[in-house]
C-alpha cells in the first residue's frame, strides 16, 4: 500500500495497472513519481536499467518495471533530501 504522489490519498491495493486511478485527485497511480524505482537525479531518473526514458513522470506509462511505491512512515521526503544533503556536505567539513 502507498499514498498518491500527488494528494497523498492512501492507496489501499497493492497493484496498479494503467486504468487505476486515484480515488482522491483522479489523477493515475501507475506513473514514474508512485514507482518505488522512481529517484530524481539517477539516470533517467529511475533506479532500474530501462532500455528508454519515460519524459512524462506524471503521466500514466507502459513501464515494465512499475512497482507501487511503499507508504513511507513518519518521513517526509523532503526530510529525507535534506538529511542526505546535509551528510554529503559534512564530508568536506574540516
Known sequence: MGACYSCGTELTFD???RTTICPGCG?????C?????????SHWDC??????????KDIV???EYFVLKAKSG???AGDE?????AAFDNLFDS
Request: proline share 5%.
Open 74 to 76: 513518519n518521513s517526509d
Open 27 to 31: 489523477k493515475g497511480v501507475r506513473v
Open 47 to 56: 533506479r532500474e536499467t530501462i532500455s528508454e526514458p519515460v519524459r512524462e
Open 33 to 41: 513519481k508512485n514507482c518505488k524505482f522512481y529517484s530524481p537525479g
Open 81 to 85: 533530501k535534506d538529511d542526505s544533503r
Open 61 to 63: 506509462n507502459f513501464c
Open 15 to 17: 497493484r496498479a495497472y
